[in-house]
């Protein structure tokens, strides 16, 4: 299908909670091969619908050779801690070592309406976290402590005044 641009902060609809995909049409069958398409390239683990700036619930991944997609995906457990780098193509070279417990489990549903879980630990786990952050209206920066969380907002703003 389409390799779609990636929303940067601070793009509104990256700030908007995202809503359920209520029936799988034409043009979400199109927007989750754009996802997948669009996330399966070297270095990106996962892409969420509004970074495209699709407000719906619908991500795509790409962990360990493991390229898939979860539409209305929900997180029903969380165990553990990591603490470890995470950036995000939303923010484009900002990384910051993040807190995200370090196992996730979501359930959703795929194109056919059929139930899917997705869950992990690592890399997996962090990325599911981030994904549903995204669809929440929330990016990684906002979970830093608030001393890097300012100075992260600092470096965004002087690069987008060059």
Known sequence: MAIRDIRVVPDPVLRTPCDPVRRVT????????????????????????????????VFSYNIDGRVGYVINPVIEDLRGEQYGEEGCLSLPGLWYRTRRADYARCRGIDLDGHAVVLEGHG????????????????????????????????????????
Do not use: W, Y
């Open 26 to 57: 034409p043009a979400v069958r199109r927007l989750v091969q754009d996802l997948v398409d669009t996330v399966d390239d070297p270095g990106r683990a996962g892409l969420s619908a509004n970074q495209v700036g699709v407000s719906l619930r």
């Open 123 to 162: 890399v997996m786990g962090r990325m599911i976290q981030h994904e549903c952050d995204h669809l929440d209206g929330h990016v990684f920066i906002d979970r830093l402590e608030k001393d890097e969380r300012r100075a992260a907002m600092r470096l965004m703003r002087s690069a987008s005044l060059r």
